[in-house]
């Protein structure tokens, strides 16, 4: 293999400097999604304060963020399934780092969160606030902390955040 | 041992301007039961599969997350091209030849309708340092080629109009196309021009939809039900994509694309297909890729073919039947499947109303749209 | 000098077959040039040129002209980085693809390793009889930090309300896979050790580096449990290969690499109802281009691995998964010494993402490229002793969803 390769390497601050020509560009691209059915369902629901999620019969399982076919079975999906907004932390992180790489103080803490009432090791991703970092633990009980009902719009962030749920013990 | 490869099942939605009822992943799940139901396959059967997705298209980055479920796809080989649905049919025949799969799906959807600033995003598409500063809406593109192109052949707006009428009549008798309409060329002449000389009525309008495609070799094929339809050749080309350096007028990406699917085919004179579905995505496209698959030798003929009617369903050689891009709707990367539908059908005798009485062998044309010099071919046989 | 090891051997029962199809009818394909250009931070060239002269450069190495080259495959990902919707098409000219069939291949960040399959069944099926894969990919483009893109990756309607980050993935598997098998943090640092002390060996590094366990570890923590130094980071840079058909390739080298084997698998979208502790999705790629290769014990057959390192604790996930240590063993073996460049098996003696840097698709084409010279006695300085004979590629991709492997060799295949 060669030992000199091609490519220019360039300092930060040659492009802020003018001493390179640059081209900017904002991109104007606007999407409206369709959710269709079972999502467009999702939402309603967390609207009313309330986890839906949809079952198959021919594998049994309770599949949470809800959808109109099994991938599994390849097939329609059977029932519409209440479950709990309570469940356990499957995984989660502390980032100190937002998405737009700005550096935060106190770490933002997603999680996946296992949905009591779906299968297990069904989990959705959401954000877990008012615990000590350093407390959280994989297999923590938690609960949703819903907004107000005149803030919910029908979006996952209905549910403001998960919390800590001192009424279930910590699953070993 | 044979390296015939078989369409042996397709399954589609019809083609609308909004489809607010269902997700991308849903309107896919219905045509993925219907292709497999008409390919008489189980979906754990099917090797491998492959989406024609562009992320922006989308508004999804890294969109390939998003395609395994609804195909039954989860933990099989899978992969996406960003290009048009003809490309996947060329990457499913070869993964088949290869023996590396004896099934593969090919899947192209169009969700357009959920696309807020479509000329946006053909404009993000233009080249950022040469182009894109001039600030020019890129159907232009479009409008500067066709402008050549009629200077160059002689062609008028005449035979344009006279595309869009056929087109959109054809479509009447289709059943899956979302803008059938009797109009004539005085209709389309008297219609504004969007960017002279284009105008408004000779650009397909977008339409949603999603369409499955199954694929398999001689082995597998012969056990499915359907009359089988073969994959004679497919082929796929790019010319330049700078648009100082392209040759502007000619579709030479068609030409080549074409001239790799006819030698796979052994086809000597395109005059041996019997029916063409092609890419219309601008009225003056039709005709440009008529003169660029080598079905007319000069473009003078294509206008006299299309004058005296022989590029109609009731002709000898029947042009987009379907009702093309510009009767069925431009449905992004699901273009070149939707024409590969219509041939399957035609060529299985099952085109209901539009049946033709000969249609023993087909071929389907995309081009990707402007700023792109990109296409593939392919052609379909029934023997 | 390799070290002295007892061989361990694992009964691990290849899951699936999907087909008892086999490719032994096609072609024999073969690896007969290389290129690449620098990975940097951020590069003057545009795409275009950094596709151009990682192609030439592929192209010089194999003695060949692009009038030589059938079909032209490119592999590069999210359009959101390079600021083009229609990326391919854009990138068409630089690759060559000018009068050319082409085809644009993307599986997120597996894409690097897969163009390579793709190419394969290009000239396998006998439609060409070469190919030109090229991988580009140019992040510094996307102001004000390329990062800030990876949200859109995310369900919109689900997930980017909440918007999240392209870190919390990783230190969501990351976390769940340490504490699956009782990994420590310490184990895991050892990798951003070795890969970035091997990339000081690589005239194309971004980030070589001579550092200790407890120097990553005294890194900023981005998202627990991923420190700084743990974290590829993001870069311009193109990398290419030319692949011939076996009578082409005898004719142009004395000395073929020859794809014995190519997969890929996709697992579901729905990342969340997944146990991330280990990558069903790569071993089942894996066992794909094994059972093509005839390889019926990896760890025995395979002499040098080059797995996708994005994140230091991904390098041993994608082991284990390769089949190349058991599950949760990975750590261990590396602590060992296996994976060092002198060692049984040597890992990314590349440098890897971590080291040489990570622009997205031409980073997993520049493990293809390691190989080709490793098992060519050409990788100078990285060069690993004895003479490997076979190597295995791998990246990964999407929402910790895909799996691509190739399996290179110096032996023709049956």
């Not at chain 2, 992320?55 to 996406?80: C, R, W």
């Not at chain 2, 939809?209 to 359907?226: D, H, I, Q, T």
């Not at chain 3, 130094?229 to 030319?242: F, K, R, Y």
């Amino acid at each position: 293999m060669p030992e000199t390769l091609g490519g220019t390497p360039l300092e930060a601050k040659s492009s802020r400097g003018g001493n390179i020509f640059t081209t900017s560009y904002v991109p104007q691209l606007r999407y409206a999604w369709d959710t269709g059915e079972a999502i467009g369902r999702y939402l309603q629901e967390l609207k009313q304060e309330r986890l839906i999620a949809r079952s198959c019969h021919q594998c049994g399982r309770v599949m949470i963020p809800p959808r109109m076919f099994c991938e599994r079975c390849f097939r329609p999906t059977d029932e519409w399934v209440y479950v709990k907004d309570t469940g356990r932390i499957i995984t989660f992180s502390l980032c100190y780092v937002s998405w737009d790489v700005r550096r935060l103080k106190q770490p933002q803490i997603p999680a996946v969160i296992e949905i009591d009432g779906a299968s297990p090791g069904t989990g959705i991703l959401h954000v877990v606030k008012k615990v000590p970092p350093k407390q959280v633990k994989i297999g923590m009980p938690v609960r949703a902390v819903w907004k107000p009902s005149a803030e919910r719009v029908g979006s996952i962030t209905d549910i403001a955040y998960w919390e800590p749920n001192t009424k279930t013990k910590k699953r070993q | 041992m044979s390296d015939r490869v078989a369409i042996i099942g397709i399954g589609y939605t019809s083609l609308q301007p909004t489809t607010p009822l269902r997700s991308f992943k849903e309107l896919t799940f219905e045509s993925a039961q219907k292709a497999y139901a008409d390919a008489a396959i189980r979906f754990d059967e099917i090797d491998s599969f492959v989406t024609c997705a562009e992320d922006f298209n989308e508004g999804i980055s890294i969109f390939d997350e998003y395609t395994p479920d609804q195909l039954g796809a989860v933990q099989k080989p899978m992969h996406t091209l960003t290009q048009d649905g003809l490309h996947g049919i060329a990457d499913a025949l070869m993964q088949i030849r290869s023996g590396i799969a004896e099934t593969v799906v090919v899947e192209a959807h169009s969700k357009a309708s959920n696309l807020l600033t479509p000329d946006w995003l053909l404009d993000y598409a233009t080249d950022p340092i040469y182009n894109r500063p001039l600030g020019f809406n890129p159907h232009a593109l479009a409008a500067l080629e066709m402008n050549l192109f009629l200077n160059q052949t002689g062609m008028s707006a005449d035979d344009c109009a006279a595309i869009v009428a056929k087109n959109r009549a054809n479509a009447l008798a289709n059943p899956v196309a979302a803008y059938p309409l009797a109009i004539t060329s005085t209709n389309v002449k008297s219609s504004p021009y969007f960017a002279y000389p284009l105008r408004e009525a000779e650009m397909a309008r977008h339409a949603d939809g999603a369409v499955v495609v199954v694929l398999a070799n001689e082995n597998k094929a012969s056990k499915s039900r359907a009359k089988t339809v073969w994959v004679l050749g497919a082929g796929s080309a790019n010319d330049s994509a700078t648009l100082e350096s392209r040759e502007w007028g000619k579709a030479l990406y068609a030409e080549i694309a074409a001239k790799h699917a006819y030698k796979q085919a052994a086809i000597e004179d395109p005059r041996q297909i019997d029916l063409f579905e092609i890419d219309d995505t601008y009225a003056y496209k039709e005709l440009q890729h008529l003169v660029a698959l080598g079905v007319y030798k000069e473009p003078r003929e294509a206008a006299q073919a299309l004058q005296s009617g022989e590029t109609q369903a009731s002709g000898k050689t029947p042009v987009n039947v379907s009702g093309g891009s510009l009767g069925m709707g431009f449905v992004l990367e699901a273009a070149g499947l939707y024409r590969v539908v219509e041939l399957v059908l035609q060529l299985r005798g099952q085109a209901g109303p539009r049946q033709l009485a000969r249609a023993k062998i087909g071929l389907a044309q995309s081009w990707r749209g402007v700023p792109t010099t990109s296409g593939a071919v392919v052609i379909l046989g029934s023997e | 000098m390799k070290l002295e090891r007892e061989r361990c051997h694992y009964s691990i029962t290849p899951t699936l077959h999907y087909s008892s199809f086999s490719t032994n009818m096609a072609r024999k394909v073969a690896v007969i040039g290389a290129g690449m250009t620098k990975f940097m931070r951020r590069a003057l060239e545009t795409p275009k040129e950094l596709a151009w002269l990682a192609a030439k450069a592929a192209l010089d190495s194999a003695g060949m002209k692009l009038n030589q080259i059938d079909s032209v495959v490119l592999g590069t990902a999210p359009e959101a980085f390079d600021g083009l919707h229609m990326k391919g098409e854009y990138l068409s000219d630089g690759c060559g693809a000018w009068n050319k069939p082409f085809l644009r291949c993307y599986v997120g960040g597996g894409t690097g390793v897969y163009a390579l399959a793709q190419a394969w069944f290009h000239v396998a099926s006998g439609l060409y009889d070469t190919a030109l894969v090229v991988c580009e990919e140019k992040m510094s483009t996307c102001q004000p930090h390329p990062q800030a893109a990876f949200l859109t990756i995310f369900d919109p309607i689900t997930e980017q309300p909440l918007k999240p980050n392209l870190l919390w993935i990783f230190a969501l598997e990351q976390n769940r896979y340490m504490e699956t098998y009782g990994i420590t943090i310490e184990e895991i640092a050892r990798v951003s050790v070795k890969n970035k002390r091997n990339a000081l060996d690589h005239p194309a590094a971004q980030l070589g580096a001579e550092l200790t366990v407890q120097q990553v570890l005294a890194s900023e923590i981005m998202a627990w449990p991923v420190h700084r130094l743990m974290v590829s980071p993001t870069s311009d840079g193109a990398a290419a290969i030319v692949i011939a058909a076996e009578e082409v390739a005898r004719r142009v080298t004395s000395k073929p690499v020859w794809i014995q084997g190519v997969g890929w698998c996709l697992d579901t979208a729905y990342w969340t109802n997944r146990d991330l502790a280990y990558p069903e999705y790569v071993e089942k790629a894996a066992w794909m281009a094994y059972r093509m290769a005839g390889i019926k014990e990896p760890r025995k057959e395979i002499n040098i691995a080059e797995p996708y390192d994005p994140f230091a604790y991904k390098e041993l996930h994608h082991l284990e998964g390769l089949q190349l240590a058991p599950k949760g063993q990975a750590p261990k073996l590396l602590a060992d010494g296996v994976f060092d460049r002198d060692g049984d098996l040597p890992t990314t003696p590349s440098g890897g993402l971590l080291g040489v840097g990570n622009p997205i698709a031409a980073a997993g084409m520049m493990k293809l490229c390691e190989l080709f010279w490793q098992l060519r006695s050409e990788a100078g300085a990285r060069q690993v002793p004895g003479k490997p004979e076979r190597g295995v590629a791998q990246a990964w991709g999407d929402l910790m969803q895909v799996g691509t492997v190739v399996v290179l060799g110096t032996k023709r295949p049956e």
